[in-house]
């Protein structure tokens, strides 16, 4: 199965910061990797499909960029309501995987 | 848009069997890959199983091969999860997901208790 490894596994930053998370597959997986972003009590939400494309409805200061192993999705400016935790998954082959995970925090 | 709703959840004792069920409005059920995906209690995401959009493939995680079986029945427009041999560690909330590449709806969840 392929892995998935996310990193940072938490982060603490302010309204407005720029904030990065990674992703790193063990083997090649195109760009068949969705961002999925999941506050608490909540049901996940796509924001990012392949790789780079923005869900319909998702907030431009999203972006997703990467190929093959490495990937990252960046949040532009952060807002109140971004504070989540925020998941990959490799949809290349299966068994699908997930990342670990990354919770973002008010600072 | 669309809209999952999944019912069957409850508490079941381990080794003992429970379905769930979820139902597809606003959208054609029959064209899309659906998804079962689970959260165990502040855990991640863990990918379950994934059924072709005509039900001719299955995938499923290694943790329940041989236990959970999908289904679905395009013309009720509903997915299924049979669940037998339950443990402990099947415990979490089970999220019904539509999704071929990016899974795009998602149900609000039932939560699954497996417990003597």
């Known amino acids: 199965a392929i892995q998935m490894t996310q990193s940072p596994s938490s982060l603490s930053a302010s309204v407005g910061d720029r904030v990065t998370i990674t992703c790193r597959a063990s083997q090649g997986i195109g760009n068949d990797l969705g961002w999925y972003q999941q506050r608490p009590g909540k049901a996940p939400k796509l924001l990012i499909y392949a790789a780079s494309s923005l869900q319909s409805g998702v907030p431009s200061r999203f972006s997703g960029s990467g190929s093959g192993t490495d990937f990252t999705l960046t949040i532009s400016s952060l807002q109140p309501e971004d504070f989540a935790t925020y998941y990959c998954?490799?949809?290349?082959?299966?068994?699908?995987?997930f990342g670990q995970g990354t919770k973002v925090e008010i600072k | 848009q669309g809209q999952l709703v999944e019912s069957g959840g409850g508490v079941v004792q381990p080794g003992r069997s429970l379905r769930l069920s979820c139902a597809a409005s606003?959208?054609?059920?029959?064209?899309?890959?659906m998804h079962w995906v689970r959260q165990a209690p502040g855990k991640g995401l863990e990918w379950v199983a994934t059924i072709s959009y005509n039900g001719g493939s299955e995938y499923y995680a290694d943790s329940v091969k041989g236990r959970f079986t999908i289904s679905r029945d395009n013309s009720k427009n509903t997915l299924s999860l049979q669940m037998n041999s339950l443990r402990a560690d099947d415990t979490a909330i089970y999220y019904c997901?539509?999704?071929?590449?990016?899974?795009?709806?998602w149900g609000q969840g039932n939560t699954v208790s497996v417990s003597s």
């Open positions: 998954l490799q949809d290349y082959n299966y068994p699908r995987t």
């Open positions: 606003g959208f054609t059920f029959r064209n899309y890959g």
């Open positions: 997901v539509r999704g071929d590449y990016g899974l795009d709806v």
